[in-house]
């Protein structure tokens, strides 16, 4: 067997990329014990993609594992919600969740266009259940956060220039200082408004 035409066939590129099947993989290693040049090429090879693998690893920002974690918690917390004890919505939230603990709180029908129930205004946090027939008209804010999590109906969400369509389950975080208002394209819209206050 010639060793060089071994090496420049490409087989142990694919097996140092775990790309060859169980078969193929014996046979190289079997090689690798028989020809000290193979195995140096593998080596070399190994190396050569932890090196480029390096290159593109990046530390992650400060924070980030408490991050997931309080995510993880405020989900397995919104499986179980109750109405006194709500978690925060964000853009994992399941619109079926919050949709079958909020339900018992609403009127079976209302004659008015907005209709909001307060669910939570504690600790920098206000909640409601907004349901909307037509129209929400344009406001801004300053010092909250305000996101939504549509629960049932379509709106357009309109901030400033940028037209956004949302249908059950679509979460929105409307940027600070950004006029806005919401036109209800199949509704009525019912959703979970939330305002976080920003030190």
Same mark, same amino acid.
């Given at each position: 067997m010639n060793i060089k035409d071994y090496i420049a066939s490409g087989i142990l590129d694919e097996y140092c990329m775990g790309m060859l099947g169980e078969q193929e993989?014996?046979? &190289?290693?079997?090689?690798?014990?028989?020809?000290?040049?193979?195995?140096?090429?593998?080596?070399?090879?190994?190396?050569?993609?932890e090196e480029y693998a390096s290159s593109f690893e990046r530390q992650p920002q400060l924070g980030t594992k408490e991050k997931i974690l309080a995510l993880i918690e405020n989900l397995e917390k919104e499986e179980n919600a109750q109405p006194g004890n709500l978690p925060l919505i964000n853009r994992f939230s399941s619109h079926e969740n919050w949709l079958k603990t909020i339900k018992p709180l609403l009127p079976p029908s209302t004659d008015?266009? &907005?209709?909001?129930?307060?669910?939570?205004?504690?600790?920098? &946090?206000?909640?409601?259940v907004l349901w909307l027939k037509s129209y929400y008209p344009d406001e801004v804010h300053t010092k909250v956060q305000e996101s939504a999590l549509v629960l049932q109906g379509e709106c357009?969400?309109?901030?400033?220039?940028?037209?956004?369509?949302?249908k059950p389950g679509g979460y929105l975080e409307i940027p600070?200082?950004?006029?806005?208002?919401?036109?209800?394209?199949?509704?009525? &819209?019912?959703?979970?408004?939330?305002?976080?206050?920003?030190?």
């Open positions: 993989c014996l046979q &190289v290693e079997q090689m690798a014990l028989t020809y000290p040049e193979i195995e140096k090429e593998i080596d070399d090879n190994l190396l050569a993609l008015e266009d &907005v209709f909001v129930k307060i669910l939570r205004n504690d600790s920098g &946090v206000f909640q409601a357009c969400c309109i901030i400033e220039d940028e037209e956004i369509q949302l600070f200082n950004a006029h806005h208002n919401i036109q209800v394209t199949n509704g009525p &819209v019912l959703a979970i408004i939330q305002r976080l206050k920003v030190a």
